[in-house]
């Protein structure tokens, strides 16, 4: 349970990090997040939906399968289980923070 939870939390604060801090802006303009015609790297750092997708294959891979537990019939199907996992909760926590903000 506590691995979930860090799961969650690493996806979510390093995505938010990379989507709305100030420590990311130059990068985020280089990649054009802002342009009229954003590129795909502009596209995925502007998305609190499609960057903790990629963020939850990384943890997987290289920290922690939550699904892992689960005998699923292909064997790297956990991996895009984990980054639809990691998209749908950062997702849900941004969208209620947003709530909160308003």
């Known amino acids: 349970m506590v691995a979930l939870l860090v799961f969650i939390l690493v996806a979510y604060g390093a995505s938010n990090i990379m989507v709305f801090s100030s420590i990311f802006k130059k ?3 280089l990649v054009g997040v802002n342009a009229e015609e954003p590129s795909f790297f502009g596209k995925l750092f502007g998305c609190m939906m499609c960057l903790p997708f990629w963020w939850g294959v990384i943890l997987s891979i290289f920290m922690y399968s939550p699904t892992g537990q689960f005998d699923l019939p292909i ?28």
């Open 27 to 29: 990068f985020r303009n």
């Open 75 to 102: 064997e790297h199907l956990n991996v895009f289980f984990d980054a639809c996992l990691a998209s749908g909760t950062v997702w849900l926590v941004h969208t209620i923070q947003e709530k909160l903000e308003a």
